[in-house]
């Protein structure tokens, strides 16, 4: 019954590769989110959803593309990796906007590489 | 410009002792302060959350507080345990529609 589950755990690909990764909540929350970690462990936000609309979208190349076709689900798309793209990307969600005190709620983090 | 700057990088400390990692800030206007532990190969997991108008909060042996006029919080660990080795992240909240500005944390390890 994990509440913010990722999928996969550990990617590895090739630069110029088109990957995707997944992420489910069953929390019944109505913002996600997508953050990166980068090799100094900073944690950066991308992109935030609520009710399936973007609302933060921080200066993040256009290769990457949320899609959320439910509330429950947002998936992030990468076209053409670059080797800066390796990190570990976190999944989270929150009940209301996001505005407020409300609690984030981490997924497990999917590690990417790009060769 | 928005900042959160955490003091020690890293700590180390004997099980059993007492601990005080600190979070300063330059977001404003200020809505809330969060701190999150985060165990290697892990998501981060909220531990407190703070508002303006409070200036302690605690979680079991984990103690917030907040000073929003001279824009500090700190985090007092008490009694540690080996299982607190994790990385300890302070966050801030600026009000409106601004994303959350997150230091970048504290490593702290906890030794038999």
């Known amino acids: 019954d994990t509440a913010v589950s990722q999928t996969p755990k550990y990617l590895v690909t090739q630069m110029g590769n088109d990957k995707s990764i997944k992420c489910e909540q069953n929390l019944g929350h109505d913002t996600m989110y997508w953050y990166k970690q980068d090799s100094k462990k900073f944690l950066k936000i991308m992109f935030s959803y609520n009710n399936k609309e973007l609302i933060i979208n921080e200066t993040v190349p256009n290769r990457f593309s949320p899609k959320s076709p439910d509330k429950a689900h947002l998936n992030l798309h990468i076209n053409s990796l670059e080797l800066g793209d390796s990190a570990v990307y976190f999944c989270?969600?929150?009940?209301?906007?996001?505005?407020?005190?409300?609690?984030?709620?981490f997924g497990p983090g999917t590690r990417l590489t790009v060769l | 410009k928005n900042q959160v700057e955490q003091s020690p990088q890293s700590l180390i400390i004997l099980e059993g002792k007492n601990c005080t990692l600190q979070?300063?800030?330059?977001?404003?206007?200020?809505?809330?302060l969060r701190w999150y532990k985060q165990d290697t190969g892990r998501g981060p997991v909220s531990l407190t959350i703070?508002?303006?108008?409070?200036n302690t909060k605690s979680n079991g042996r984990y103690t917030a507080t907040l000073d929003a006029d001279t824009k500090q919080s700190s985090l007092h660990i008490t009694a540690s345990q080996l299982s607190d080795s994790a990385s300890y992240i302070c966050v801030v909240s600026a009000l409106g529609n601004t994303p959350l500005v997150f230091g970048k944390g504290t490593r702290l390890s906890v030794i038999a």
């Open positions: 989270a969600s929150s009940q209301g906007s996001g505005r407020g005190t409300d609690t984030q709620y």
């Open positions: 979070c300063n800030y330059t977001v404003s206007p200020f809505s809330n």
């Open positions: 703070m508002t303006f108008s409070e």
